[in-house]
DNA sequence: TATCCGTGGAT
DNA sequence: TATCCAAGGAT
């Protein structure tokens, strides 16, 4: 299992990691400037699997339009979204609210001030409330974040692979056994930085890391050997055609369910056109696609159109779990019609909704 | 527990 | 190009 450190250890360790978080560590990151908790809160779900560099200016943007969580709370969910536009995972935002609206509503603007109860905002699990608790209130509890998970792994050559769940555990009490109890806080962010920098994933320099002394995948050489992560599955491949019909100046434009992938956020129609496409590319009979997409039009939009233009080779874009290949279709309608399902807006009308990353793609693709 | 949820950057 | 990584959480 672990070897484990004695006390001894442990506090040599704290000494030397915050004297050098103190000197080199990120001190100009604009989340840093004060520990509120709103701003630590912001800042750490902005931060969820997101780059710090992504994050600082829609951090900057985020707290000029939403300055306390009273702001927040009351904020149409139009704004919220345009305001995350880019970031990706969405819900993080919608979920952002919801807590504001607990924190203002249930816990009368008082914030919860242990990792505990913070635990109970929508959208806050046990790293974030650790993150929260740790920074903004002092509490001696180890945030576990992909950095930590990294760095403690290659400290002490953990074998434990930390994709698993259960993994987790294991980490946070070795964590809170090392995590120094005067400044939980910042011990949490030099781990952070540490897994940034002299302990990141790709480039590493353990040799001159300030804690190199301590790291026993170093003194043995199986830096790479740590952490151990089982592989994730491969995205699933989707096809889809993108329906560009124009009525005059406005386009077919329709909002997507409120559940699963980009919730909510309005493009132009989308069909799944797996069955039309042969194995890794497509690969149909002309009229055949033509016909079947302008009867689905009129069946379940209500319009009828006719296709004028095809572009063949499709857009890519990765998610997750999928990688679709979008085929853009543009038609027009043969008579102004008002459509059965989605709504005709104007090219201005659709740009003041929030637009996921996919659909920006298919505008640039129109000819 | 396994799967879902976005996007950008690095190699 | 394919793959992995980046301050995770909900279901």
């Not at 033509?290 to 572009?311: I, M, S, W």
Request: hydrophobic letters at 40%; a negative charge.
């Amino acid at each position: 299992m672990i070897d484990m450190w004695d006390d001894e250890k442990i506090h040599a360790f704290q000494k030397t990691l915050l004297k050098w978080y103190d000197e080199a560590g990120r001190s100009t990151l604009p989340w840093r400037a004060d520990h509120s908790p709103y701003r630590v809160w912001v800042s750490e779900i902005m931060l969820q699997q997101t780059q710090v560099s992504t994050v600082i200016p829609y951090f900057n943007r985020f707290m000029q339009a939403f300055p306390t969580v009273d702001d927040l709370a009351k904020a149409p969910e139009a704004d919220l979204l345009k305001a995350w536009e880019g970031l990706g995972y969405y819900s993080r935002v919608r979920n952002m609210q919801k807590a504001a609206q607990q924190i203002v509503n249930d816990f009368d603007g008082a914030w919860p001030n242990t990792m505990q109860t913070l635990e109970a905002l929508k959208g806050v699990g046990p790293y974030t409330a650790a993150a929260i608790a740790s920074i903004a209130f002092n509490e001696p509890v180890a945030a576990i974040d992909g950095n930590a998970f990294r760095v403690f792994a290659r400290l002490f050559e953990i074998d434990a692979d930390i994709a698993q769940p259960a993994t987790r555990k294991l980490f946070f009490e070795l964590g809170n056994q090392i995590i120094d109890q005067e400044r939980p806080g910042d011990f949490n962010q030099a781990i952070m930085d540490l897994g940034s920098s002299y302990m990141s994933a790709k480039n590493s320099d353990p040799a001159h890391s300030p804690v190199r002394e301590f790291d026993a995948s170093y003194q043995n050489g199986t830096t790479d050997l740590y952490p151990v992560k089982s592989k994730a599955k491969k995205a699933k491949p989707v096809h889809y055609a993108a329906m560009v019909i124009k009525n005059d100046d406005t386009y077919l434009w329709e909002k997507r369910p409120e559940i699963g992938l980009l919730a909510n956020f309005w493009t132009v129609p989308l069909f799944n056109i797996d069955d039309f496409v042969n194995d890794r590319d497509v690969n149909w009979s002309e009229t055949e696609i033509q016909n079947a997409l302008e009867k689905q039009l009129f069946e379940q939009y209500g319009v009828k159109v006719d296709l004028t233009k095809r572009n063949l080779a499709p857009i890519t874009h990765i998610y997750t779990h999928q990688k679709w290949f979008v085929s853009v279709f543009e038609g027009t309608v043969v008579q102004d019609q008002v459509p059965k399902q989605g709504e005709w807006k104007t090219m201005t009308d659709l740009n003041r909704d929030p637009q996921p990353k996919i659909q920006e793609k298919i505008w640039k693709k129109l000819s």
